[in-house]
Nanobody, 132 residues
């Protein structure tokens, strides 16, 4: 049974940093991807970043690259999202999601995508508030 559990989040002043963590379990081998998404009040859910567990390849929303970093802790099977120089517009509920990696018939692994429709397994969400 696949489970996705987030931790971290909280309140921080503008310019501060937070680290979110996500533990995804129940996948066979390392053929899965983990993505982070967020939803601000009154707005649609948007993709933040993703990582393919098989090869640690990553993908980012263009507007967030440079401030946010996704990484994997191999020993703990945990994916982290380090968020630096946070801004009030980063406020929202952050969700971790996971799903099987897409592997073509020729063995090629497709890069992870930060598209919510591609993920079937979701965590409960964690609140991030950036305010002075």
């Amino acid at each position: 049974q696949v489970q996705v559990v987030e931790s971290g989040g909280g309140s921080v002043q503008p310019g501060g940093s937070l680290r979110l963590s996500c533990a995804a379990s129940g996948f066979a081998l390392d053929s899965y991807v983990v993505g982070w998404f967020r939803q601000a009040p009154g707005k649609e859910r948007e993709g933040v970043s993703c990582v393919a567990i098989s090869d640690n390849s990553t993908n980012y929303a263009a507007s967030l690259k440079g401030r946010f970093t996704i990484s994997r802790d191999n020993a703990k099977n945990t994916v982290h999202l380090q968020m630096n120089n946070l801004k009030p517009e980063d406020t929202g509920v952050y969700y971790c999601a996971a799903d099987w990696e897409t592997v073509l018939a020729n063995g090629r692994r497709l890069p992870c995508q930060i598209d919510a429709f591609l993920y079937d397994y979701w965590g409960q969400g964690t609140q991030v508030t950036v305010s002075s």
